[in-house]
């Protein structure tokens, strides 16, 4: 499979590459800094230099097209501002998705966070956040040219990964290594049944192979 990450250098993004090249699949994964493309290359993964925040849905689209999936990982960052809350993890995620569609790309999965809502009540950053995820979560679960899977993880460690979790449509509060949110991101990528869901996930006592292929029977 080729799988293009918007949010290429992320913690998650890079892990998930790490994984995708490591079973000989092929990983582009989109950065903004061109400096950081030793380190996808490092991963396994093609660097793609390209602006989300001001990139057309054209240019964007000519990144997806042959792809088999995509995955929106990108974020503005804990030390970013309101503003960026909106044009990256909102705006961003919203010409991602029209960029997919616009190459053909159905198989869409984003890297939501856990309590993200649209009308999430607050004025501090991190609820300016959680709304901004909320919009584009929203807006990629109305589409019917995609085939979309939104993953919300609690929070996130550096601990190493277990490979036990608990995913469902709500978990409850709770952390989860990067590491195993990478491998669940895999398996939902390898899992077309959990399209058109919106899932939890935090650390817990059932194999994530299990985990995914629970979810998409139910």
């Known amino acids: 499979m080729r799988i293009v990450i918007a949010g290429g250098h992320g913690q998650i993004a890079l892990r998930?590459?790490?994984l995708l090249a490591a079973r000989g699949d092929e990983a582009a994964g989109?950065?903004?800094n061109p400096q950081q493309s030793d380190d996808l290359r490092a991963a396994g993964a093609e660097p793609v230099v390209l602006d989300l925040e001001s990139a057309t849905v054209e240019e964007a689209a000519e990144?997806?097209?042959g792809a088999d999936a995509a995955v929106f990982a990108a974020g503005a960052g804990p030390?970013?501002?309101t503003a960026r809350k909106d044009t990256v993890d909102r705006g961003a995620a919203v010409l991602f998705a029209d960029a997919a569609e616009r190459a053909g790309v159905r198989r869409y999965v984003v890297v939501s966070s856990m309590g993200a809502d649209?009308?999430?009540p607050g004025d501090e950053v991190f609820d300016v956040y959680l709304r901004a995820k909320g919009a584009a979560d929203?807006?990629?679960?109305?589409r019917s040219g995609l085939d979309?899977?939104?993953?919300?993880?609690?929070?996130?460690?550096?601990?190493?990964?277990t490979g036990q979790v608990l995913l469902a449509a709500s978990t409850g509060r709770g952390p989860v290594p990067r590491d195993d949110v990478a491998a669940v991101l895999m398996e939902l990528l390898d899992t077309p049944a959990t399209a058109g869901l919106t899932l939890e996930l935090?650390?817990?006592?059932?194999p994530l192979t299990v985990a995914v292929k629970d979810i998409a029977g139910n």
């Open 16 to 18: 998930l590459e790490r």
């Open 30 to 32: 989109i950065i903004r």
């Open 63 to 65: 990144v997806l097209r």
């Open 79 to 81: 030390n970013s501002g």
């Open 118 to 120: 649209p009308d999430h």
């Open 138 to 142: 929203a807006d990629v679960r109305a």
């Open 148 to 161: 979309w899977t939104v993953l919300r993880p609690g929070m996130l460690t550096n601990d190493a990964g």
């Open 202 to 206: 935090i650390s817990g006592n059932v």
